[in-house]
């Protein structure tokens, strides 16, 4: 099942201060093709660990630029399911297509990083020894063999490309700051800067928001939002209050397939969801 | 600590640091040659034949010591099979040595004495053109690093990590060592190479020759402080040292580890088959004992004991220990290896961070509050951002937007 272009039309938007895409691109044997709208494609995924099925004929698309939640109850197989997006889990059977021709089941973790898809962890994992700055710098979209990183020099545009998304994040002072010292929002948010300067098609979110006060989770939601659109994401969460106010179409896992789509209102109505969510 | 990855590195090598690299150089290739040749022997200025040689020694076991604490240190993979590599250089270059014989020898071959006593009657096919002082050059760097490419290749690729990785090259080391044992290997087992006369066409023995073989030494040694501090101050090292700390991150944000962790493990490699090779003219003998495991673990305590990622550390350690070695062995033979296990022991309860973190300790940390803010490129830096990132702003505090 192909769902119709929601009017988005990635290619065409100008991408702001990439001085690297063309270089990238040369590197990547195959292209990234959303002519049909839709940025990732599951189909039928099954994934079994010792006879139980993590994912089990799992279906589900993804529209560029759109910005979709996953809720489920736990061992639903939402992180399974980011696991073989990214290249860390190979699906027993299934298709995984990133576009129109990328084979997510086939290429490997940082091919896959390289074609444009950003994943981050639900246990916030960033550089702890280097700074907010180094760490958004090495994550930073580029040539990443080892004798371009020997050569490397860091130019005024990209110091501006680290400079705006430090911004983004509200950590622009904290440049120099170890991120092993941030708190554990702010490591949250590093990380999501970290996504960000590799200028991903889609990102993988598993959790964003865990561990955050209120007042983060409010500002982490207005960020997402302003990413949408540019960006097609997909975001993990348990917290419905952020789910509401992230709004979009919400997918509901239960034991490895889709149990329910729609906004969250409808799928919260949806009787099967609730007993799944009671019920047990 | 608020300074930088790079920052922190780059201190190693600040001015003060090449200010004593040129003092060492010029003590190593100057003031030694002089004190050696010129000065009489019954002066007390004199430097005798048995200090050039110790000095030379253990300048070679400092080189291997960079080259470890580069995996090490930086990469946090630990060998414990970096004295197959040394000795894989020694052997490579005692070759060369051995056809310099000539027919000096025992028994007046042309073949290596060992080989006469075997009764073979030609050069095995690995000893053809070692006579050749390039070819074994070559071999000395491309021996090391072929195996450690291939090693490394496969462990690396098979993600083999940790413990099991340095189990694996302790492993590697002691088959090596069985191997070479063997008379029928063709590398003199266990006697392996020694009675070696001349370089070149010069006397291996020569006080001149000594002092040439010393200052080649500190030289290499000074070439590879100044190649491994620009390695890890690239942004090479800030990915290795990140690959360290969280591999899987590095491999989503789009770095292949394997190429990472494979290029700075062959040039290890490759560094201590330079050491080896300088080693064995200036201690005049090559054996297997050299690939025991005890060696190469003795490699880690150097780097242990003067303090992991810091490359002068690794220097401070394999001179410290060496010379603690050298005297230990005359006065107490039988207790060394136990002297040296409690040091281990010793260094990692209380000093992890070896002599270098001790120092640093003593001094107080005064170097970290006083460090200015990290600028990764001070021409490109504006003002703006210069002045941000010197302290935390209250607006973030109360949470106004940027």
């Not at chain 1, 659109?229 to 789910?243: K, N, P, R, W």
Request: hydrophobic share 50%.
């Amino acid at each position: 099942m192909i769902t119709v272009a929601s009017g988005t039309d990635y290619e065409a938007r100008p991408q702001w201060a990439d001085p690297t895409a063309g270089q990238a691109r040369a590197v990547q044997p195959g292209q990234l093709d959303t002519a049909h709208g839709v940025i990732l494609y599951l189909e039928d995924i099954t994934v079994s660990f010792d006879g139980f099925k993590a994912l089990n004929n799992l279906s589900l698309n993804i529209d560029v630029g759109e910005l979709r939640c996953i809720i489920g109850p736990n061992g639903a197989g939402k992180t399974t399911m980011m696991d073989v997006i990214t290249g860390k889990t190979r699906p027993d059977s299934g298709k995984a297509f990133f576009g129109q021709t990328l084979d997510l089941t086939r290429l490997k973790e940082p091919e896959i990083a390289h074609a444009g898809i950003g994943r981050k962890f639900q246990k916030p994992t960033v550089f702890e020894n280097h700074t907010v700055f180094e760490n958004l710098e090495l994550a930073m979209k580029t040539d990443k063999r080892v004798f371009k990183s020997l050569f490397f020099k860091l130019d005024s545009e990209a110091h501006g490309r680290i400079e705006a998304v430090m911004k983004q994040i509200r950590l622009d002072a904290h440049a120099n700051r170890l991120a092993g010292l941030l708190s554990h929002g702010q490591k949250q948010w590093l990380e999501i800067g970290m996504l960000l300067m590799q200028e991903p098609k889609l990102l993988l979110l598993d959790e964003p928001v865990a561990g955050m006060t209120d007042d983060e989770t409010m500002r982490t939601a207005e960020l997402f939002l302003s990413l949408a659109g540019q960006h097609s994401l997909v975001v993990v969460e348990h917290d419905m209050a952020f789910v509401e106010k992230l709004g979009g179409k919400v997918t509901v896992l239960h034991e490895g397939s889709v149990l329910a789509e729609g906004d969250l209102a409808t799928v919260q109505a949806d009787p099967r969801v609730i007993e799944v969510y009671l019920g047990r | 600590m608020r300074t930088s990855y790079t920052e922190r590195t780059a201190r190693l090598l600040g001015p003060k640091g090449w200010t004593a690299l040129g003092v060492f150089l010029a003590i190593m290739l100057i003031a030694m040659p002089v004190l050696h040749l010129m000065v009489p022997p019954g002066s007390p200025l004199h430097v005798s034949n048995y200090a050039i040689t110790l000095m030379g020694k253990i300048l070679c076991y400092a080189l291997v010591a960079v080259a470890m604490d580069l995996i090490w240190g930086y990469a946090g993979i630990l060998s414990l099979g970096h004295g197959l590599f040394f000795a894989l250089g020694g052997y490579a270059f005692g070759m060369y040595l051995m056809r310099q014989i000539g027919l000096d020898g025992n028994y007046h071959s042309p073949l290596p004495d060992f080989m006469v006593f075997l009764d073979w009657k030609t050069l095995p096919w690995y000893w053809q053109g070692t006579d050749h002082f390039i070819w074994a050059a070559i071999l000395t760097i491309a021996v090391p690093t072929v195996i450690a490419f291939i090693f490394g290749f496969f462990a690396f690729q098979s993600r083999i990590k940790g413990v099991y990785f340095s189990i694996i090259t302790q492993a590697l080391t002691y088959a090596a060592m069985l191997l070479f044992f063997r008379n029928e290997t063709g590398f003199g087992g266990n006697n392996g190479f020694t009675d070696f006369k001349r370089i070149l066409g010069y006397s291996v023995t020569a006080p001149e020759t000594r002092v040439v073989l010393l200052g080649l030494t500190a030289l290499a040694l000074a070439g590879t402080l100044v190649l491994g501090r620009w390695l890890v101050t690239s942004r090479f090292g800030r990915v290795l040292a990140a690959t360290r700390d969280a591999e899987s991150r590095v491999m989503f944000i789009g770095y292949n580890p394997l190429w990472y962790k494979l290029f700075i493990w062959t040039l290890s490699a490759a560094l201590c088959g330079v050491a080896g090779a300088l080693y064995v003219p200036q201690v005049g003998i090559i054996n297997p004992s050299e690939m025991s495991p005890a060696s190469s673990i003795e490699i880690a305590i150097w780097v242990a004991v003067g303090g992991r990622g810091t490359l002068i550390g690794a220097v401070i350690g394999a001179v410290a220990v060496s010379l603690a070695k050298s005297w230990f062995t005359v006065s107490f033979p039988q207790y060394w290896l136990f002297f040296l296990g409690f040091l281990f022991i010793l260094v990692t309860l209380f000093l992890p961070e070896g002599l270098v973190g001790l120092y640093h300790k003593l001094r107080g940390n005064k170097v970290d509050a006083s460090e200015p803010a990290f600028t990764p490129d001070p021409e490109t830096v504006s003002p703006a951002a210069a002045k941000a990132s010197v302290a935390p702003s209250p607006r973030h505090l109360t949470g106004e937007s940027a």
